[in-house]
């Protein structure tokens, strides 16, 4: 708790009362579906027998549960948890994650089910709370904390629904990549007002390292790197007209070592693939991914098996799940662009001028004002790439790991209806509040049934 102060403390046991609440209702509705669903693999990969359909009418209510959850890419997890990762495709899935729940016990399947449904339960929980911190911070409004409090609510009722739940990546993901922005959102803070020490240093240096972590769990945590590559380019004015001071200096070599610790995450697992299936094999039997000039697993298998590159998802049956996505990328760009125009930081030029903090008239409030714009960037790519270049659905659920869309959402929510544009920005609010709810509940009982989107 020390990284809350007292008045955001009395704010923590309500979230985690909405967040038990709502965790119940979606896990309830996961118990009671009826099924394997369509794909048998979950109910294969729990009990290999020829009796399992039998067997699946005595299971417990835990255990049917644990079925409803195991599914999808939660199956590549699991499964590499129990014999490590085989076959190529399966690289395409974290490896660090399927390491962590496979470390934890060495056991049957269904603990390490078990045990991936209670990391991503808990990593969401602490996801909500780092949120709410991060937004108490970052919000330029003097309404910070009860736009705060909406924001992790938000994040509560996102649509990324059960895959918050299930033996998922995503929730680690959204804790890692939240407490990375925390973390580089207090060292900045630490810099408007005082000089370089070892404490903002070690902020920055901590958020890069998080940062890295975020990427070996999902590959668009490298977008966070965004964060760390504007801080640093934001200098060069200086650097052309030779007006660097030491403190710059320093926070430059502090910034640009942060963004190199994001590079092991996304190298380190491309290695270890690149040994196990390119060193000490014939000409004959290497796949053609190690010969390129960048060997990259990852992108192959993206590529062979989701068939997924630049405008390879434009197809007229795809149309549906475009529609689908549509809000939240809208959320996203808009969000993004509203920030980003009205909050952005000028890069630095001439000597260093002490920054103050930001102060937002009551008028203006639906501006969606914050201390920290930078953060809109990693979201503004990810809607761009997801719109032209992977399966578009899944920004629904990725998206839960990026701030600036919460605190849009929730701006607008409290913004003063004095004026016609703050009423609409208000009922605009509200609606993308129920589509998020009526979204989350049918996602969720679409997840359990191994029914699509995915």
């Given at each position: ?75 590549y997890f699991v499964k590499a948890a129990e014999h490590d990762k085989l076959f190529e495709q399966e690289w395409a899935f974290s490896w660090v994650y399927s390491r962590l729940i496979g470390g934890v016990t060495r056991t049957e399947v269904q603990h390490y089910v ?308 703050q009423s609409e920005s208000r009922q605009r609010s509200e609606w993308a509040i129920r589509g998020i709810v009526v979204y989350a509940i049918a996602q969720g009982v679409l997840f359990a049934n191994f029914l699509p989107?995915?």
């Open positions: 708790m020390a990284i809350f102060d007292q008045a955001e403390i009395g704010h923590l046991r309500p979230l985690a009362w909405i967040f038990c609440l709502w965790k119940a209702l979606l896990l309830f509705l996961a118990a009671l579906s009826p099924g394997p669903g369509y794909d048998t693999s979950a109910l294969i990969l729990l009990d290999p027998s020829t009796k399992r359909r039998e067997n699946f009418l005595t299971l417990s209510w835990l255990s049917r549960l644990g079925l409803n959850l195991l599914r999808w890419d939660a199956l078990l045990v991936g449904i209670l990391v991503s339960n808990v990593c969401h929980l602490l996801s909500v709370l780092i949120l709410y911190r991060l937004l108490t911070i970052t919000s330029g409004s003097r309404q910070r904390r009860q736009i705060a409090f909406v924001g992790a609510i938000l994040h509560v009722l996102t649509p990324a629904s059960l895959f918050l739940s299930a033996p998922y990546a995503e929730a680690l993901f959204s804790l890692l990549n939240l407490t990375g922005m925390l973390l580089y959102a207090q060292s900045k803070s630490r810099a408007d007002e005082q000089p370089p020490s070892l404490h903002e240093d070690a902020l920055k240096l901590s958020s890069g390292i998080l940062f890295a972590a975020a990427t070996m769990m999902r590959s668009n945590g490298l977008l966070s790197g965004l964060i760390l590559l504007y801080d640093a380019a934001r200098y060069i004015p200086r650097i052309a007209s030779m007006q660097l001071t030491l403190h710059d200096v320093r926070r430059i070599i502090v910034t640009v070592v942060a963004g190199c610790f994001i590079i092991p995450g996304t190298v380190w697992p491309q290695y270890l693939a690149y040994r196990r299936f390119c060193v000490g094999i014939s000409t004959s039997e290497t796949p053609p991914w190690c010969k390129k000039t960048i060997p990259s697993v990852y992108s192959w298998v993206q590529s062979r098996y989701w068939n997924v590159g630049l405008f390879r998802y434009w197809t007229l049956p795809n149309l549906p799940l475009f529609l689908m996505a549509a809000p939240m990328l809208w959320l996203l760009l808009q969000s993004s662009a509203t920030v980003l125009h009205s909050s952005f930081q000028p890069p630095l030029r001439g000597r260093p001028v002490p920054q103050t903090r930001t102060t937002v008239k009551p008028e203006d409030l639906s501006t969606v004002a914050t201390r920290v714009p930078e953060l809109a960037l990693p979201q503004l790519v990810l809607a761009v790439a997801a719109t032209t270049s992977f399966h578009v659905q899944i920004v629904n659920r990725i998206s839960s790991g990026y701030p600036t869309w919460y605190l849009m959402v929730a701006t607008w929510l409290l913004c003063d209806r004095s004026t016609s544009n989107p995915a």
